[in-house]
């Protein structure tokens, strides 16, 4: 089935040849200049992947991101001609999977987005369900239980319970926390947490990694108010076991 995206830009030179290139993919496009048009494509059809640009005439692109996470959970991607790192990291805690700064190649945004996709395509794949696992899959699947108290990590499923609690985790979140899981005791820096959970890990920013860490504790002291993420100054974070 041909892939479906939703452009959201209101400046036609930059909207109209990114356009013809995602066309060239074999893509369909609908591209919409303001936000309520774009809520309202939304509403009456389904989309593959949204690419959204922040400066709206009538809506700010953050605002809009979060309207569409009320209802919608489809992959999205920011344009951004701000170079505000607090800003960038504001767009990727709202729930955006990537983000490119302008000026950009629309080369680059066709990546990004196959790389969303694979990457989706790989956590459906590894969160198949059981009665369909072939028999090698099943062997498999045993490996990706992590167990150790209080945590119980199914990397099949992507999710993870600490205290026996299911985390509501964003998908960065998830990533480091499974990450660190895996290696416990172990301390990584924030470049290595970065090449292993983003996908364009040279375009982040370090300062990405201690804001999500930061969100994550959050997120584990409403469950308890162990502290399992260590900070190690200088060097970056390690989970205790």
Same mark, same amino acid.
């Given at each position: 089935m041909?892939?479906?995206?939703?452009?959201?830009?209101?400046?036609?030179?930059? +909207?109209?040849?990114?356009?013809?290139? !995602?066309?060239?993919? @074999?893509? =369909?496009?609908?591209?919409?200049? &303001?936000?309520?048009? #774009?809520?309202?494509?939304?509403?009456?059809?389904?989309?593959?992947?949204?690419?959204?640009?922040?400066?709206?005439?009538?809506?700010?692109?953050?605002?809009?991101?979060?309207?569409?996470?009320?209802h919608?959970?489809?992959?999205?991607?920011?344009?951004?001609?701000?170079?505000?790192?607090?800003?960038?990291?504001?767009g990727?805690?709202?729930?955006?999977?990537?983000?490119?700064?302008?000026?950009?190649?629309?080369?680059?945004?066709?990546?990004?987005?196959? +790389?969303?996709?694979?990457?989706?395509? !790989?956590?459906?794949? @590894?969160? =198949?369900?059981?009665d369909?696992? &072939?028999?090698?899959? #099943?062997?498999?699947?045993?490996?990706?239980?992590?167990?150790?108290?209080?945590?119980?990590?199914?990397?099949?499923?992507?999710?993870?319970?600490?205290?026996?609690?299911?985390?509501?985790?964003?998908?960065?979140?998830?990533?480091?926390?499974?990450?660190?899981?895996?290696?416990?005791?172990?301390?990584?820096?924030?470049?290595q947490?970065?090449q292993?959970?983003?996908?364009?890990?040279?375009?982040?920013?370090?300062?990405?990694?201690?804001?999500h860490?930061?969100?994550?504790?959050?997120k584990?002291? !409403?469950?308890?108010?162990?502290?399992?993420?260590?900070?190690?100054?200088?060097?970056?974070?390690?989970?205790?076991?």
């Amino acid at each position: 089935m041909q892939k479906m995206i939703l452009l959201v830009e209101d400046e036609a030179a930059i +909207a109209e040849p990114l356009q013809y290139a !995602l066309k060239r993919e @074999n893509w =369909q496009v609908l591209w919409f200049t &303001t936000a309520i048009d #774009a809520l309202n494509a939304l509403a009456q059809q389904k989309f593959d992947f949204i690419i959204l640009d922040v400066g709206l005439p009538d809506m700010d692109g953050f605002e809009l991101c979060r309207k569409i996470r009320q209802h919608w959970q489809t992959p999205l991607l920011f344009l951004t001609a701000r170079n505000d790192e607090i800003e960038r990291i504001i767009g990727i805690e709202i729930g955006a999977d990537d983000y490119c700064g302008k000026p950009f190649s629309p080369r680059e945004i066709i990546s990004r987005i196959k +790389a969303i996709w694979r990457r989706m395509e !790989l956590t459906a794949a @590894n969160g =198949q369900h059981p009665d369909k696992l &072939t028999q090698t899959q #099943a062997t498999e699947s045993h490996e990706k239980i992590i167990e150790f108290s209080p945590w119980y990590a199914d990397l099949n499923r992507y999710q993870i319970k600490y205290h026996g609690q299911l985390l509501q985790l964003t998908r960065y979140e998830a990533g480091l926390l499974l990450f660190l899981l895996k290696h416990p005791e172990q301390v990584f820096s924030r470049i290595q947490l970065m090449q292993q959970v983003w996908e364009h890990p040279d375009h982040s920013l370090e300062r990405t990694v201690d804001t999500h860490i930061k969100s994550l504790r959050q997120k584990l002291k !409403l469950v308890s108010d162990d502290e399992p993420i260590t900070t190690h100054r200088g060097l970056g974070y390690s989970l205790k076991r």
